[in-house]
């Protein structure tokens, strides 16, 4: 399975301490979004100091307003507040889901801990209808815990 085969290559990228971390994460966005067909926006989105609101970090993928997200609000900003993964086959039957792009048909959700905090999140678009497994979350969860490591 492809995730297995990315593991490594991740805490590669993680383990380069001379790299900026905004840089790392970037690179860890530009693998999971060549590698893996159906992830087609990758990124992370971060608390925004105390305040209830997330910041956009590091992403590829279309350009996209929602630079901020308040806590609560769209996909990203439940997981803010819930603190548990949110997968979504269908964006189009979510009440609360703030629309990127026409062309996103999917979306994971995963969140950060640092130290039992909530600190960000990864959030994957999928044009692809339904695409997310259990794999893919136990994958993302991976990431966010390599991720956490060097916040």
């Excluded at 159906?38 to 209830?52: D, H, L, P, Q």
């Excluded at 970090?57 to 997981?79: A, L, N, R, S």
């Excluded at 950060?112 to 794999?135: A, H, R």
């Amino acid at each position: 399975m492809i995730f297995e085969q990315l593991k490594p290559q991740i805490e590669s990228i993680l383990a380069n301490t001379k790299t900026d971390k905004n840089d790392c994460l970037l690179k860890i966005c530009e693998l999971l979004e060549n590698k893996i067909d159906y992830y087609n926006w990758v990124g992370f989105y971060f608390r925004n100091g105390k305040k209830e609101e997330l910041i956009l970090g590091p992403y590829v993928g279309e350009p996209t307003d929602h630079t901020i997200i308040p806590f609560g609000k769209g996909i990203c900003g439940q997981v803010a507040v819930s603190n548990k993964n949110f997968v979504v086959p269908d964006v189009a039957a979510q009440d609360n889901y703030i629309a990127c792009s026409i062309t996103v048909k999917a979306e994971i959700v995963v969140p950060i801990f640092v130290n039992g905090e909530n600190i960000g999140q990864i959030d994957i678009d999928s044009n692809t209808p339904d695409p997310f497994t259990e794999e893919d979350e136990r994958f993302l969860e991976f990431v966010c815990s390599k991720v956490a490591e060097i916040l």
